[in-house]
């Protein structure tokens, strides 16, 4: 069974127990369970017709004079640790040179190389709204080396005829798209050459869609100006009354509040319950990663848990969150792990909330199995306008989402475990 099997049957694999976390949190931290760096090589290297009896010292061997046949500056120290799990490319914007070296130097297709980047670097392929990676496209669907790649490459920048309207990208919903498609309808490299050149300047920046889609998530959890008012104001008549009658019933018509104090004044049980929001900046950014994660809205410490590194790495926080709310920062961003993981997390937490909220009708005329699939399909859509991989269970990043949203209780289930791996790695 492959990882990709292996992993979809684990999303039902545990306890229908919605709180019964434990089996679920041993899946998650057993590197056994997700697919390594190596095993992903050691895959590629088969399919391309490799013995598979050779061990890894020598398909490290033959990788790096792959490697270096093609003028890559890896070294073979660097890629024995591959292979020997001593560490794996970083998931980060200085790496992916590397891992796109490692696809021409082993001859890859197109298809092999996204499934590369997809299920085994657990990140995007082709963001074909730069140069280098347009070019890297363009080169993988019709089969140019490496060498003729940075020859493009050059002559496209060492070129000064780009005289198109910087403005022009704004035609279209999803630039990056749209370049795809050029060039998959491009008949030579001088149309490539000629169609970069002229356009480039609108490959100065990017992240446009992706921007937007977070934006837009952002201003659905936090209160208006005058949401914040009615807020301090039931907080003030909760404190005064001493109890908590004069919170609405119908918390799903207060959309000035933003989804974020919705969802806490439908949970809140007793006065005492002020405490988890009391003197939180309930308007700021930083507040929304503490309030996802949390029921109590106190921080947590994603980064030292003793879980994958796939998951922990640029598991979204406050700094992340700023960052990406930044467009001058998000414009020429090559973290597009951190990006997707964001998009992930935001938009699990708007369609699960909005649904105990009671923003469906008629909801309980709806499966689990029905609500699942909505879920994943909706953000499956908005990952695709983003320019972002699908979901897929072999990642655990995706997985972690795709699992807590099998239960009855998503966004509750999701903060349990949360807590239970956080407590784990405490004791």
Not at 20 to 40: L, T
Not at 297 to 321: E, G, H, Q
Request: charged share 30%; net charge negative; aromatic share 16%.
């Amino acid at each position: 069974m492959g990882y990709t099997e292996f992993n979809t049957a684990g999303l039902t694999d545990f306890d229908d127990d919605d709180y019964d976390i434990y089996g679920a949190a041993d899946y998650m931290k057993n590197p056994n369970n997700f697919r390594d760096f190596d095993e992903g090589l050691k895959e590629l290297m088969y399919k391309k017709g490799y013995d598979i009896n050779l061990n890894y010292p020598k398909l490290s061997d033959i990788l790096y004079q792959n490697l270096k046949s093609i003028g890559s500056t890896i070294k073979p120290a660097t890629v024995t640790s591959w292979f020997n799990k001593e560490h794996r490319p970083k998931v980060e914007a200085g790496y992916r040179q590397q891992i796109y070296e490692i696809c021409f130097a082993l001859k890859l297709s197109y298809n092999d190389t996204k499934w590369f980047f997809h299920h085994v670097y657990y990140d995007r392929a082709f963001n074909c709204h730069t140069i280098d990676e347009s070019v890297y496209y363009y080169a993988f669907i019709n089969g140019l080396s490496y060498q003729e790649s940075q020859e493009i490459i050059s002559t496209i920048n060492n070129s000064q005829n780009n005289s198109v309207d910087k403005n022009s990208l704004k035609e279209f919903d999803n630039y990056t798209q749209f370049v795809r498609e050029r060039i998959d309808s491009f008949k030579s490299k001088d149309e490539l050459i000629d169609f970069l050149t002229y356009n480039k300047d609108n490959f100065s920046s990017w992240n446009h869609t992706a921007y937007d889609e977070i934006k837009n998530r952002v201003n659905e959890l936090l209160p208006s100006d005058e949401g914040k008012k009615e807020i301090d104001n039931i907080k003030r008549t909760i404190k005064r009354n001493n109890n908590i009658d004069s919170v609405p019933k119908n918390l799903s018509s207060k959309k000035e509040w933003g989804l974020l104090m919705q969802e806490f004044f439908s949970n809140i049980s007793s006065v005492d319950d002020l405490q988890y929001i009391s003197g939180l900046p309930v308007k700021a950014q930083k507040f929304i990663i503490r309030r996802i994660l949390s029921f109590n809205s106190t921080a947590t410490k994603i980064d030292t848990i003793s879980i994958p590194y796939i998951v922990k790495n640029n598991f979204p926080s406050i700094k992340t969150l700023s960052d990406i709310l930044d467009f001058e920062k998000i414009r020429n961003s090559k973290s597009y792990d951190a990006i997707r993981k964001l998009i992930i997390l935001l938009n699990f937490y708007v369609f699960w909330v909005r649904i105990d909220l009671g923003y469906v009708e008629d909801i309980k005329e709806f499966s689990n199995e029905e609500l699942y699939d909505t879920f994943v399909e909706e953000l499956n859509y908005t990952l695709y306008r983003c320019g972002y991989e699908p979901l897929y269970p072999g990642n655990p990043y995706d997985w972690l989402f795709m699992f807590v949203s099998l239960k009855q209780k998503p966004l509750k289930y999701f903060r349990y475990f949360i807590e239970e791996i956080s407590l784990d790695d405490e004791e």
